[in-house]
């Protein structure tokens, strides 16, 4: 007989925690509540208030609560057989007096009221909150939301950096600055932390302004004169036999070192020479063992020397740096709040403060507003919530009148970085219990190998203080189900969780062993997934969790190296990767200006040239290939100084030929979609900023040294691919997955002693200390190592059948060295980490854990199938490239067909004239061809549409010389005047968008423009022309008259679809797609009129071309926009214009011009057909 779910006894009033272990049906929980709450307090959904920390979450919240309340009216009305599940909360809600058929009423309320439904985030809820009591919030006015301040952080501490440092000054105030680690980034750091946790104590007995630094400034140089008139050398030279190393020189070397410091003391490294000389260096340095005197007297000798100005300089270095970031976070502070309010901004923290203050102003109605409106309120991962958003939650549903249910688990609170504070989670509890409030535990996992379960137990229950924090403890969880582990032989693992030491290897050496154990786990046909019902385990199984994202991108080469397929799922910050940093190579060769630096471009992958092939160029054999790659780069100068990044960054992919050399090399698609993604973000960041090449590149170095500025959505790595492959993806981003095995290589990496900054004082406010008191890191670090168990916990339960722990050579404070050597005692009432790095006992690893190293020795490399064999049956050879990745483009799926190239042009001319008239003269009597259309394609691509004739001209003279135009028996000067006054027309006669509304393209400036905008889309299926045309046969008709179609019959089963817009452009806010025709149309200048265009336009089927640039351009704005639906389609999309540039005149208005804006119904289904 199956137990009563506990749920099924939980209150529906007063305030409950209920506290849950990884596994054990949170969520699950959650959507049992909420049925609970809809029928036996009969609540409308609207009045059941859920909240969870990010949108994904709260979307798939909203949609197993959504489902959950179907399956329940089913069971309700009869529809179908109830569940278990469906029956005992229906049998719950009759025992409360709700009857069935009430229940099936309710919940027909709940869904069909659905859409009412508060379920969402903590910021999105703050939104509803403003908007719905606008009266009673006291805020009336609208704001744009800002999600990630970190960039306008960034651009105002930089302008704090050029305020300072840039004005003329000492060499001292640099110098200072530098020695005390200042940089533009780490200008930010208390303003960062501030926008991460606005109720941040900073403690320190500075003032923090600029003026404030200048006298810590004018003092260092007082003290610098002091030790230069004092004998500093001369002392040191007597203390030097009794002292051991210096840090990076013997202390015979120190009297010179100090003598040439300062000598020149307005440098960082003579700053850093003499603070490492003070009096508290020099104790710790004296030697234990010494004869003819002590230690004692020795120490006493230093104390009656000069050293203690070396100790006050070392102080007034450090509170310089302290001083200017302080000055600095008020800076930004001022300068936020100014552009906040002139641009009527928003952030995630404004929402939230706005409603706490409205929740707590004197007789503030909102309250009781809010507790009428939600009578009760359910928060998941209550572990992440800030001290704000607590008190938000307490006001609105204070008891008795208020039900509140907090739901999470205190080991799994690892996102402090984005404002989560465990504090407040104690807090809760010791708030809960005062009020009579209720605790529940859940300790069922059902998620894991019941033998995984019960050595997770061993790890944490079983050890004295599993996570260095009494107030955080281990239930015992158990296994309701004897769901098998890892099957060996086909016997389940009955210690599936294994601790591999090794306690000589390096971290390159355990990044080594743990492919080889991906290699293993892969070749050892013995291994088996319970329920899979075949052998042997595949790289989709593993997933390798790190700490950092560097750390995947370096295991990802490992297992590149044997041959076994990786890939990153969000494994962290772009600008953390190595493509960002080989893009910045490129980015400042560019914008140098410098060719000298061109082998530095080259030697990237994204130059592409082997270094044999660099070298070469310095060679007289060299010379000819050396000019033309110069004659590249001073093209890419020239386009990116001209027009816009992103017409830079697609001219150098195509340069380079990035997209089809990259899939090639190791990680590949990897790399191409980290420098597309960079592409993307550092063009958002260019026009938002109206930045320069130079600029650019600054941006890039900023993010790239701190990469962690933003953790914005946008900034997280993109997937490069769902391919059967094994995973790599941080700890952080594995939160809420499992994975039938997981490797753990870098948990010994994480040292408590270093990146400790933050702590709670003893009111339990988080606290920044820049006192650099002995309490304050102790205090620091110790909470560093509270939170690498937790990261710890996490890493270990993500594992379903499997699981292995790397312990290699590392630091002293670290999560293994935590749970390995201080299991019977912990602390025993010190600092953890201080007990970690007194004398901590040898490592006590549970026997059972041990791994047994029994594996057979794999393969050198991975092969898809260890298991094949070896008696092979060859099969027929096919010759031709598989279709799946093929490019298709207009030219290649028209019904005329025909190679793709990337300028259009008419080869076979349609001619709508009357048969044996002679052409027009002028432009019209030009050759046509593929040599005049890719100059003309060219000159456009490259002109300022504002530019003058002899501007024109400089730019058409080697465009035409270089396509042949200017040779055989045409005089080459006319031919020059008339492309020159051709493109002169085009640019200044008027064009007519959807609207009506004339505009030349003159108007557009550069930065408006995407020149040969280039686009590839997979194709979502297979389809074949017959639909094509099936789709288009109306419109075509309607159109164009055009009623005949030749034979068409071609089957498309896969691959993308490739081409190039001639011209994307921007005027007054709409959007416009724009191509260049070169055709003569029988050069005479009637055939150019409006109402023969059309005709031009069916014969050669230029309406499918520009339906497929219209279905990219709606992706292309849908993926910069966010939205492009029919209503942006409607308001935004200005259509598309044909412009046969022969024709075009000002004094003739039309002619020469086609434009059309397809309905959107016709974009819609033929996006949905081709990708």
Known sequence: MNERPDYLDYRLDGWNLIEAAAGTGKTYTIQNLAVRFLLERRLPIRSLLVVTFTEAAAAELKERIRAVLGTMLDAATGAEPASERERLLLERAAEAGVPREACAGLLKNALSSFDDAAISTIHGFCARVLGENAFESGVLFRSELVKDTSGMIAELGMDFYRRIFYAPGPKLRNAMAEAAGITPESLTGPAKLKAAHPELVIRTPLAGTEEEAELILREAESIISELQNADLAGALAEAAPYLNKLGNFAAADAPAAAEAALRKPDTAEALKCLSGLGLSVLETKVKKRLKGTTPEEVKARLAAGPFRLADRLAELVRDYGNALKLAAAAFIRHGFEQ???????????????????????????????????????????????????????????????????????????????????????????????????????????????????????????????????????????????????????????????????????????????????????????????????????????????????????????????LHIPAVFTRTGNIFDSEDARELLTVLRAVASNDVRRLPNLLATPIGGMPVAAIAELQTERGERELAEEQTKLRELQTIWENGSFIEFFNALLTARQVRKRYPALPRGERKLTNLLQLGDLLEQESARRGLSPAGVADF????????????????????????????????????????????????????????????????????????????????????????????????????????????????????????????????????????????PPEPQIPAELLDPETAPEPPPFYRQDPGATLELELPPVRLGIDSGWQFVSYSSLSPQGGADTPYDYDEKEQEPGTPGELPDGGIFAVRGGAAAGNAWHRIFELAD????????????????????????????????????????????????????????????????????????????????????RRLLECYAAERFGLCEWPVWNRTVSGGCLNGFIDLFFRHHGRYFILDWKSNRLGGRSANFLPERLPAAMAGSFYFLQYLIYTVAAVKYLRMRLGRFDEAEYESLFGGVFYLFVRGVSPDHPGRGVFHDKPPYELVRQLEELIG
């Open 700 to 839: 890039l170095a900023e993010r790239i040294a701190d990469p962690d500025k933003g953790d914005g959505e946008e900034y997280q790595q993109l997937l490069e691919t769902d391919r059967e492959a094994v995973t790599l993806m941080t700890i952080h981003g594995s939160k809420g997955l499992e994975f039938p095995i997981v490797l753990l290589p870098g948990l010994h990496l994480g040292d408590a002693e270093k990146r400790a900054e933050l702590f709670h004082n003893a009111g339990g406010k988080l606290e920044y200390d820049l006192t650099d008191s002995p309490e304050g890191k102790r205090k620091a670090q110790d909470e560093r190592l509270q939170e690498l168990l937790r990261l710890a916990y996490v890493a270990v339960t993500r594992a379903k059948h499997h699981c292995r722990i790397f312990w290699g050579k590392g630091p002293k404070a670290t999560a293994p060295d935590w749970l390995f050597r201080m299991r019977e005692a912990g602390a025993r009432g010190t600092s953890p980490v201080q007990a970690l790095l007194a004398d």
């Open 945 to 1028: 549409f504002s530019a003058g004739e002899e501007e024109l001209r400089a730019l058409a003279l080697p465009q035409l010389t270089d396509f042949g135009l200017l040779r055989g028996g045409e005089d080459p000067e006319e031919k020059l005047k008339l492309t020159v006054r051709m493109a002169q027309d085009v640019f200044r006669s008027p064009l007519r968008g959807a609207d009506g509304v004339a505009f030349r393209l003159a108007e557009v400036p550069r930065r408006e423009r995407l020149s040969e905008l280039e686009f590839a889309y997979r194709f979502r299926s297979g389809f074949t022309t017959k639909q094509l």
């Open 339 to 561: 552009r906040r309010k002139r641009e009527n901004l928003q952030t995630f923290n404004d929402l939230l403060q706005e409603v706490h203050h409205a929740l707590h102003a004197a007789s503030s109605p909102l309250p009781a507003v809010l507790r009428q409106r939600y009578p009760v309120g359910i928060v998941d991962e209550f572990q992440d919530t800030d001290p704000v958003q607590y008190e938000i939650f307490t006001s609105i549903f204070r008891p008795p009148e208020g039900t509140l249910y907090m739901v999470g688990d205190p080991r799994q609170a690892i996102y402090a970085f984005r404002g989560g504070d465990i504090a407040v989670y104690r807090r809760a509890v010791r708030e809960l219990e005062a009020a009579g409030g209720r605790k529940y535990t859940l300790t069922a996992n059902y998620r894991s190998a019941a033998a995984m379960i019960a050595d997770v137990n061993t790890l944490f229950h079983r050890h004295a203080d599993p996570f260095a924090d009494p107030s955080i403890t281990f239930p015992e969880v158990r296994a309701p189900e004897p769901a098998p582990a890892l099957l060996r032989n086909g016997v389940p693992e009955a210690h599936p969780l294994r601790i591999i030491r090794l306690p000589d290897a390096n971290e390159a050496e355990c990044r080594s062993r743990t492919a080889r154990a991906v290699l293993e786990l892969l070749s050892d046909p013995s291994l088996a997934l319970p329920g899979r019902g075949e052998s042997g385990i595949r790289p989709r199984d593993i997933a390798i969790l790190v700490l950092r994202g560097y750390e995947a991108e370096l295991l990802a080469a490992e297992l590149h190296a």
